[in-house]
T-cell receptor, first 111, second 118 residues
Framework: LAKTTQPISMDSYEGQEVNITCSHN???????ITWYQQFPSQGPRFIIQ???TKVTNEVASLFIPADRKSSTLSLPRVSLSDTAVYYC????????????FGTGTRLLVSP | DTEVTQTPKHLVMGMTNKKSLKCEQHMGHRAMYWYKQKAKKPPELMFVYSYEKLSINESVPSRFSPECPNSSLLNLHLHALQPEDSALYLCASSDGLAGATSSYNEQFFGPGTRLTVL
């Protein structure tokens, strides 16, 4: 399974845009890139998933370059409630998934 | 209903006790998962059930015994645990459909059971 590398922590202020980059050099052809968010003492929650180029939903955007060896999660105008751990994972998009969580990025949003 | 429920929320047990964790989903998902998460660490996959059959066991000690009675339920039976087994145990489910699909195959996680082994 492809291993992912992310910054351990990031700090931001309310209203700013936050970009978290993930490296996945050994991503396989059939792997998708997925991001999860986790608050303390809760289960992770799916944020966004993509295969290539750009994906946008109501909470985030995901940018994937053509070589797919990295990806960037973009959170527009963060608020205090976006303080959480963000995990980048790569996995197949079909069948059951064997998700391997990396260390994740702890995002702290301050007033 | 896009919810995965887990009971109990908290569990304290001694090393000689036998207890069970329960997980339930009513989304018609075909894949169900158990994860273990220690404090300040990422979740670690323990077991995967696909179509009610055990598909992955990540070399988990036999004192953890999973069971999938039907497509909506997943249990984790605990026996003779050690203090180092204290952790947050997370259950998740996903559509689990095989074959090409363009839809997201996300995992839905429950809130977890906080287990303390004394």
């Amino acid at each position: 399974l492809a291993k992912t590398t992310q910054p351990i922590s990031m700090d931001s202020y309310e209203g700013q845009e936050v970009n978290i980059t993930c490296s996945h050099n050994n991503i396989a052809t059939n792997d998708y890139i997925t991001w999860y968010q986790q608050f303390p003492s809760q289960g992770p929650r799916f944020i966004i998933q993509g295969y290539k180029t750009k994906v946008t939903n109501e909470v985030a955007s995901l940018f994937i370059p053509a070589d797919r060896k990295s990806s960037t999660l973009s959170l527009p105008r963060v608020s205090l409630s976006d303080t959480a751990v963000y995990y980048c994972l790569v996995a197949l998009n079909t069948g059951f998934q064997k998700l391997v969580f990396g260390t994740g990025t702890r995002l702290l949003v301050s007033p | 209903d896009t919810e995965v429920t887990q009971t109990p929320k908290h569990l304290v047990m001694g090393m000689t006790n036998k207890k069970s964790l329960k997980c339930e989903q009513h989304m018609g998902h075909r894949a169900m998962y158990w994860y273990k998460q220690k404090a300040k660490k990422p979740p670690e996959l323990m077991f995967v059930y696909s179509y009610e059959k055990l598909s992955i066991n990540e070399s988990v000690p036999s004192r953890f015994s999973p069971e999938c009675p039907n497509s909506s339920l997943l249990n984790l039976h605990l026996h003779a645990l050690q203090p180092e087994d204290s952790a947050l145990y997370l259950c998740a489910s996903s559509d689990g459909l095989a074959g090409a699909t363009s839809s997201y195959n996300e995992q839905f996680f429950g809130p977890g059971t906080r287990l303390t082994v004394l």
